[in-house]
């Protein structure tokens, strides 16, 4: 009888689990069987009901059974299971017509693009492009060019100072006389560089900025102010793209003489006045001069060999003017509106 009953068992497991069409039938289908109420479960349950002799012989016939029809499922299992995901594979399409998804990129800050116009500006005009140190010390920033401690340029430049004699740069102008050091003239160069000051920020002021120093030097008598002029007047014509007016204004600064400011005809407006010149139509834009004796004789050269002529100016300053830019803290700000602009 039992014996009937597991053939009978097997050939109706066999039908079905070929019947079964994916993973979840084929589950119900092992639960109706191997489960806990299964039917074959139940057979092998009963085995201790029955005498020993038709015990031995059914429970060995229960397994092996068991076992096939373990060995059935997991073929059914294997095969569903290629089956749905060559399926789903083919389902699988691309809409090619989809909008792709948008990378966003980066730019170079409006800062950096100024100095890099800058430097190609010069460096095609001859002048080399030199850096100097951040932290420098009195010496360099002050006595080398000419301002001794007692001297009341001193309060122009003012900085803060670190401990143990250090501070930190007011101008680019201490690294004319770190070049002259090492180098000897004939020579041209610009020094791009940050600067601090000790300063009370507003729209115009920051407490650290970017400056351009330039210095050209050759045999007395062979460079002025007339050089200096043309020079700077190509420049700024190439830097904001049209041809600006320039103006020379006598000025002072300790390391230079003579000395002058320098103003642009405010390439904004033309020089018909607007917000950005003040209605005055020139902006002012840099200081300027003849390399001071002393600061030859600072940096280990006669000054009745050399003449030459130094300039300072404010980074931010052209950028502001060439961009349109009415507050310089914006720059620093880091303000994704404002930089996505450039
Ligand atoms: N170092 C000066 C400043 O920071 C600018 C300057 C440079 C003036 C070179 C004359 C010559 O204001």
Redo the contacts with the bound molecule.
């Keep these: 009888m039992a014996r009937i009953n597991l053939k009978r068992l097997k050939n109706k497991a066999k039908k079905e689990i070929v019947k079964t069409q994916n993973l979840k039938e084929l589950d119900k289908l092992f639960k109706k069987y191997s489960g806990k109420r299964g039917e074959l479960t139940s057979i092998l349950r009963s085995l201790k009901e029955m005498p020993k002799t038709k015990r031995l012989k059914v429970g060995r016939q229960a397994n092996e059974l068991k076992e096939f029809l373990i060995a059935q499922f997991d073929k059914r299992a294997k095969f569903l299971k290629d089956k749905s995901e060559k399926e789903s594979k083919k389902k699988e399409w691309i809409d090619v017509t989809l909008p792709g998804e948008k990378i966003l990129l980066g730019h170079l800050h409006p800062l950096t693009q100024t100095r890099r116009k800058v430097e190609e500006i010069f460096q095609s005009l001859g002048f080399s492009v030199i850096e100097g140190p951040e932290i420098e010390n009195e010496w360099y920033n002050f006595d080398t060019l000419n301002i001794p401690k007692d001297h009341p340029a001193r309060d122009f430049?003012d900085t803060l100072y670190l401990k143990g004699g250090g501070l930190l740069r007011?101008?680019?102008?201490p690294v004319?006389v770190r070049f002259l050091e090492k180098n000897k003239p004939p020579l041209r160069i610009i020094v791009p560089g940050r600067?601090f000051r000790h300063e009370a920020t507003d729209a115009s002021h920051e407490i650290n900025f970017y400056?351009v120093?330039?210095l050209m030097v050759d045999d007395k008598g062979k460079i002025s102010i007339a050089h200096f002029k043309a020079i700077i007047e190509e420049f700024f014509r190439r830097f904001f793209g049209k041809r600006v007016k320039i103006r020379l204004r006598p000025s002072f600064?300790p390391?230079?003489e003579p000395?002058f400011e320098v103003d642009v005809s405010c390439p904004i407006c033309g020089g018909k006045g607007c917000s950005a010149c003040k209605n005055s139509s020139w902006i002012e834009i840099?200081?300027?001069?003849m390399v001071h004796p002393n600061v030859f004789k600072n940096s280990g050269l006669n000054p009745k060999d050399w003449q030459g002529f130094?300039?300072?100016m404010g980074m931010d300053r052209l950028a502001m003017v060439k961009y349109k830019i009415n507050d310089i803290r914006l720059f620093y700000s880091g303000d994704l509106r404002f930089l996505k602009q450039f």
């Excluded at 007011?170 to 102008?173: G, L, N, Y």
């Design positions: 430049w007011t101008h680019t102008s004319q600067v400056q120093e330039g600064f390391f230079t000395s840099m200081g300027a001069g130094a300039f300072g």
